[in-house]
């Protein structure tokens, strides 16, 4: 998960009516208030039937809620959209760049394989009552454009996602068959996602061949399962893993309207 010294874009302060409500019918009230008296568990405490919303009251209930600081907007770092699209001829060459990259969460807080799916869906419900926002566990960016591509060079597609990152606490709320517990989990989840004016940024970028990266391209072309393929008339798609990140580092931007 990347580090929060990137470009704030937006952050907003959670609506905490509906923690109170829950936390309030399951008896734990007091805690609302009081909320740094929860103890710290860990979330493999939790019962795998009580991974959802809380439900009954204070005599028998239970669930986790979803008890947030803050959520906030970032640029995201940039990452490619397909594979990078390499000009084999002596000629300018029209070739497509661009395909599909899917970005899923990423989060700290813990969560045994198990429980991801209800984690995911507490997420989701706890993102609608305290933000009146949705939430996506992955986000798949798709785009395409045709572009004139040096002889030697190479070009590809990145975006600059949003990157919308929540931070706080899950609340573990049990008033059952005459066991009262209560306890707390914190970390921070991460997911692309935008919000009002903010918007994904799509850049070309564009750069020479090192005469070292041609042969090794080259080379992977005549293997048939090397993953380089052939595309249009003399172009090469190769892994972006191949690209090193000192050429990446270097190459042109060119800003686009996509």
Do not use: C
């Amino acid at each position: 998960m990347a580090s929060d010294d990137r470009e704030l874009l937006l952050s907003r302060d959670p609506d905490k009516r509906a923690l109170s409500e829950k936390m309030h019918r399951l008896g734990f009230g007091s805690y609302y208030d009081f909320p740094e008296k929860v103890p710290v568990i860990r979330s493999s405490e939790v019962p795998a039937a009580h991974w959802k919303d809380p439900v009954g009251d204070n005599t028998n209930g239970y669930g986790v809620v979803g008890n947030w600081k803050v959520m906030s907007y970032y640029r995201g770092i940039p990452t490619y959209v397909g594979d990078p699209v390499f000009n084999d001829t002596p000629d300018d060459a029209s070739m497509t760049v661009g395909g599909s990259r899917t970005i899923s969460s990423e989060y700290t807080f813990g969560i045994e394989y198990s429980a991801e799916a209800s984690f995911f869906d507490l997420v989701k419900a706890s993102t609608t009552y305290s933000f009146s926002a949705s939430w996506s566990e992955s986000t798949t960016f798709t785009q395409t454009m045709t572009v004139t591509i040096r002889p030697g060079w190479v070009s590809w597609i990145e975006v600059s996602p949003v990157a919308r990152v929540l931070d706080g606490d899950f609340i573990y709320l049990r008033a059952e068959s005459g066991t009262r517990k209560i306890g707390r989990f914190s970390g921070v989840i991460e997911a692309p996602g935008i919000e009002g004016n903010l918007k994904d940024v799509y850049t070309l970028r564009s750069t020479p061949m090192t005469e070292a990266l041609v042969s090794h391209v080259q080379s992977l072309a005549s293997q048939s399962d090397s993953g380089v393929r052939a595309v249009g008339d003399g172009g090469l798609r190769f892994s972006a893993d191949l690209l090193p990140a000192d050429l990446r580092a270097g190459a042109e931007r060119h800003d686009t309207d996509l």
